[in-house]
């Protein structure tokens, strides 16, 4: 299993090598990381996590999304840009979402594409497994523009990649460690790789080493660790502090083989201290955040 591991992160190197001294020196403004762990490594379980970055001209916020169908999902929204909205979640069944952009291929030609957009709340509030989607796939991504998403359950990680025309391919992750960043990885969709940043090679180098070399199996902590790591300058490391862009949050979801998943973000708002914050996704938590949400009867409102 080890070496099965240390085989597939090195194939990734391997792949990226050349990219990373063609690639060019700008470092994107809408970067972000994504990694994750199953089975064995993961304590027969899941952990899934993202570092998000992006220009700090806003401000994030956690909130929980409920309507009258569909589950109710947690997730980390930006508010006050020019892209606002859900950027990772987790629902009341335990499935994960988080997004990376593709930055292999220019905004005005994913924006160019007639596929629909934004797909993480769809996938939050209409699914409660992997296998799930996976069932709906075709519908589900058939007719998408270009995005990175990476799903986890208690026992899976999904790997979803959309290019252009409608071209898609998703990897199963049942035992191991995965990561990605903002460039096309699968050889069906490599063509579409049109530009692939120093940044999202360096930053894939890195996680895909520090996935190899760590101590196993994964837990809230390491991964903690991992994303906190600045081996490769402001610029382009896992966690980033450039100018431009720059790391705002990491968002980590442990899911054990039995229990409550376990929540932990970080979030570096513009202007105010770094916060901490944890939560145990249990019923409790989600009865508890439903109550908060739910619509408060007014006098005017009151059956006669």
């Not at 025309?165 to 490599?190: C, F, M, Q, T, W």
Request: with cysteine; proline share 5%; aromatic share 6%.
């Amino acid at each position: 299993m080890q070496r099965h591991l240390q085989n597939l992160l090195l194939t990734q190197f391997l792949r990226l090598a050349l990219p990373l001294l063609l690639a060019g020196s700008s470092a994107s403004l809408n970067a972000c990381t994504l990694w994750a762990a199953a089975g064995e490594d993961a304590s027969g379980g899941t952990i899934i996590s993202k570092n998000r970055d992006w220009k700090p001209d806003h401000t994030q916020v956690l909130k929980l999304h409920r309507d009258r169908k569909g589950y109710a999902y947690f997730g980390l929204y930006a508010e006050g840009n020019n892209d606002p909205g859900l950027k990772e979640g987790v629902n009341e069944r335990g499935l994960t979402v988080v997004s990376a952009t593709v930055g292999a291929v220019p905004k005005a030609t994913r924006e160019a594409e007639s596929g629909k957009g934004k797909l993480s709340g769809a996938l939050l509030a209409g699914y409660a497994s992997c296998d799930e989607v996976l069932a709906d796939q075709k519908k589900l991504f058939a007719n998408r523009r270009p995005t990175f998403l990476m799903m986890a359950d208690r026992r899976k990680i999904l790997m979803l990649e959309v290019g252009l025309r409608g071209r898609y391919d998703v990897k199963v992750i049942e035992s191991g460690a995965y990561a990605h960043s903002n460039h096309y990885l699968e050889p069906s969709l490599a063509e579409f790789n049109l530009r692939i940043g120093t940044s999202s090679a360096a930053r894939l180098v890195r996680i895909s080493h520090l996935l190899a070399t760590s101590p196993k199996p994964f837990d809230t902590a390491s991964f903690a660790a991992m994303s906190k790591d600045q081996h490769d300058g402001p610029d382009n490391s896992l966690w980033r502090t450039g100018q431009g862009s720059r790391t705002l949050s990491s968002w980590i979801v442990e899911t054990a083989a039995q229990g409550a998943p376990k929540l932990r973000v970080v979030m570096e708002n513009p202007g105010k201290p770094e916060q901490t914050q944890t939560f145990i996704l249990d019923e409790q938590f989600w009865e508890t955040m439903k109550a908060a949400t739910a619509p408060r009867r007014t006098a005017s409102s009151k059956a006669p």
